[in-house]
């Protein structure tokens, strides 16, 4: 990134209408075995909170990593003390700009349903990423209809309050799973899960405003199916 390159980045954004969000790298993983990773790892988490507003960008998406070999209690403990030390050298952005992590989509990945709430209840400045998808890998297809639906949100909701409802963030696709979790994104609107029917239909009747982030492997026609799903909700009530 440049300064030049980001400038624009925002104005075009601005111009659009386009709310941005940000995919912080993948090589995070803030409880890794190597301290040298997890520094870098740290590292990274700062860069993007430097670059986020001067490309217009409010939420920064990442998946914290693995157990690093640590209990999924000691893990909890060292991603949590190293968000707060990203946010500790960051203290001007809180507010402005949020850090999301992301529910994972394999088993052996930090980022359960409770894992994500722990996080944005104990750290400020993080609010949770649901990725249907993934939740719905990491649950052997369980995260499926409406009923399931609900009961996530209701927990989400009950736990973190308005930090939730007002700044909701969702990942969707289509995605295949082994006992181990995610295995490959998929497109939406075919044969595999999760269903979206039920999501936008929920999410129209509470008037959340979630934004929606397609993670189908062609992105575009998965965000247009989403679109065209929930206008056609929207038109068939009136
Ligand atoms: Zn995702």
Redo the contacts with the bound molecule.
């Keep these: 990134m440049s300064e030049s390159r980001a400038q624009l980045i925002r104005e075009n954004s601005e111009r659009a209408g386009v709310a941005m969000s940000m995919h912080g790298a993948y090589y995070i993983s803030l409880a890794s075995k190597n301290p040298e990773t997890r520094e870098k790892s740290k590292q990274r988490l700062v860069n993007g909170l430097h670059w986020a507003p001067k490309m217009g960008v409010k939420r920064i998406v990442f998946h914290p990593g693995g157990y690093g070999g640590l209990s999924k209690h000691e893990a909890y403990e060292v991603v949590r003390a190293a968000l707060r030390e990203v946010w500790a050298h960051n203290e001007d952005l809180l507010g402005k700009v949020w850090l999301a992590p992301?529910i994972a989509g394999k088993l052996s990945m930090f980022g359960s349903q409770d894992e994500i709430i722990s996080i944005c209840r104990d750290v400020d400045g993080c609010i949770p990423?649901i990725?249907w998808a993934?939740l719905h890998a990491r649950t052997q297809g369980r995260i499926n209809d409406r009923d399931s639906f609900i009961e996530v949100l209701n927990r989400f909701e009950d736990a973190l309050g308005n930090l939730f409802t007002k700044n909701m963030h969702f990942?969707i696709s289509g995605i295949t799973y082994t006992e181990a979790g995610e295995q490959s994104h998929r497109p939406l609107g075919s044969e595999w899960g999760p269903d979206l029917l039920p999501l936008l239909q929920i999410v129209k009747e509470n008037g959340y405003k979630p934004t929606f982030i397609s993670?189908t492997p062609e992105p575009v026609k998965g965000a247009l199916y989403a679109k065209i799903l929930l206008e056609e909700l929207e038109s068939t009530e009136e």
């Design positions: 992301e990423t990725d993934h990942h993670e």
